[in-house]
DNA sequence: ATCTTATTTGTAAACGATTACAATAAGTTT
DNA sequence: AAACTTATTGTAATCGTTTACAAATAAGAT
């Protein structure tokens, strides 16, 4: 592999003129930056991309840190901050916390040691805990999840406008008594079930906390929580979860206590998925604009890199409803 | 941040002597090694990975090629392999190919850039094309399609048995007119098409080229492959897709057309997604064991980098048959 | 032709680690 | 105690870039 001093013998030039024509400078003459770039394309030189780092204190690397890639929202995003990121020269570095602030700390630590440019973080708490770490070293946007607090760079959904949206469409639909089933931990599953209950007020209707469950956002704990709700003594007329693997619990659910959709029990979510038009019924859903949300993220993250002192920006996208047959008007019996 | 200088200054010793405590070397004197290690604990020290890897030509970071992270077979696979790459000190950069040939080049050049240690690939064709590019420079394993006369470590599904005892189950249970849609420009596809033949052969029956169709492995396509057959003169009693993203497709189709599954039309597929269960009846399929795929990969890859002449490897994991509803054996209706 | 000024090029010092080699200190053997 | 071996430590080169600074060259003004 050819390195720059090689290029630089071939061309008959100091390392310093073929770095300066590397780095397109002005104060290079035609006939040289010829020169330089003949030897380069004949010795197919690639700079070295570690040496550059050591020099600059920077790399062209950002890190992307999410709860759970298997998270279909999640791969959305990953995808679209990869496409973003590749078209700016940058490469991406992925990592799982599983929900577990100890491993969002030890990758915010793999970051610094990596030398990334900057990190786009879903963190798993709302409190600043990894920030103090984010706030020396490199630039930060947070996504999903937003930590209250932190002057940080953020792009987010509208949370409660949306579940309030959802909420209003099952109302309108003739369901009252909704039941929630929240991903907890996180204000993106506050924020949505504060939409949530405001949709019910403005129809007059109080909130109780029998039907609202605050639990981890997985499979399992979906499945569990809307099994609960099924069961109660008055068992609620509609389900809505804040996630695609909670609905996809919750689901499950359903179809095991033999339950028909959406007569006997509604069913809407949050996040498209491949899924949720597969069944039958289709599910109702608010569908997130995840592509912009990785791109918009991608695109913060590295406006300041470039410009580190720039004041922070909050971008709240809304999300989209789609109705389908899983929330169909309701057929009172009784 | 505090250098190795820095370090070697607050404890009165040579860098030299800092670098061999880093290393556990064992010419160290304890006396000596504990100042050090007091050193940098209150200097709150960690080695810089870029100067180390500058040094070292070499970098603690692998690079996960795939064609399309959405897919969840691959999303699990990159799950598996971060988390192995973690175990071991090693980073994970991500890119996604697009199935193609010329994004997967790119990206063997990127890896290149970045001094990776090793690569995981899952290539765009059964060609050694970017292979050239490979057998320079860095380690190299090969998932989920094999490219037959290379020299390169693999992980494979045994993809003509599996698709055989996928197909002999469908004829086990009555179907005979049975179609495949098939991933196109992929091993993967051609060998679970091959498997398809040898079931049918096995039953007596002839393959006719008419039920089987070669598409990209891609919702859309799988879903206008199966409108297609299902509305030939005589469609098909059964339907197999070598992919979850094709079957998606299929299901797509079917529900357009109104059939019923499995009375009217079967359908069988590979990769179990979160869907394959929700969806009624629930899909018949062939598992791949990808947390073991992704774990062996990322370890076979981390051997070679530790012994590059070791003898290529080829794991070859075999398939779990799912029975579910969508397969049911087949009521004869004329 | 000479002096200024502007442009182009080269020299050499970083960046932060690792490691061959040399130097010193500590044990062993006679 | 001298000679030899072995264990420990330090010095300095190296990895491949970039860039401040100095030097050389070219262009412009008198």
Tied chains: 1, 2.
Excluded at 206 to 230: N, S
């Amino acid at each position: 592999m050819a390195s720059i001093k090689e290029v630089a013998r071939a061309a008959g030039v100091s390392t310093a003129t073929v770095s300066r024509v590397l780095a397109n400078s002005p104060h290079v003459r035609p006939a040289l930056r010829e020169r330089v770039l003949k030897a380069i394309k004949e010795l197919e030189y690639r700079p070295n991309l570690i040496a550059r780092s050591l020099r600059a204190q920077q790399t062209t690397t950002i890190g992307l840190i999410v709860s759970d890639i298997r998270n279909p929202f999640f791969t959305a995003i990953s995808r679209a901050v990869e496409d973003t990121a590749y078209e700016e020269g940058y490469s991406l570095i992925l990592c799982n916390t599983d929900e577990d602030p100890k491993k969002e700390s030890i990758y915010l630590n793999v970051m610094r040691d990596a030398n990334v440019a900057g990190v786009i973080l879903s963190p798993t708490g709302p409190t600043a805990a990894g920030l103090r770490e984010l706030e020396t070293g490199f630039a930060v946007v947070v996504i999903d999840r937003s930590i209250p607090d932190a002057d940080v760079d953020m792009v987010l959904l509208d949370n409660v406008d949306s579940a309030y949206r959802l909420t209003r469409h099952l109302l309108e639909n003739g369901y009252r008594r909704i039941a929630a089933i929240c991903g907890e931990r996180s204000t993106t599953g506050r924020e949505r079930c504060a939409g949530y209950e405001q949709a019910l007020r403005a129809y007059g209707l109080l909130p109780t906390a029998e039907l609202v469950r605050f639990v981890p956002p997985q499979i399992e704990a979906g499945y569990a929580a809307a099994l609960r709700l099924l069961e109660l003594p008055e068992p609620p007329e509609a389900l809505l979860t804040t996630n695609s693997l909670l609905a996809a619990g919750a689901l499950e659910a359903i179809r095991e206590r033999g339950l028909r959709i959406p007569d006997e029990v509604a069913l809407v979510t949050f996040d498209e998925t491949t899924w949720a038009s597969l069944v039958q019924p289709p599910i109702t859903l608010i569908e997130q604009p995840t592509y912009e949300i990785g791109k918009t993220a991608t695109e913060l993250l590295l406006q300041r890199v470039a410009e580190p002192e720039r004041p922070t920006r909050r971008v709240i996208l809304k999300g989209r409803l789609l109705v389908r047959g899983s929330s169909a008007p309701r057929v009172r019996c009784g």
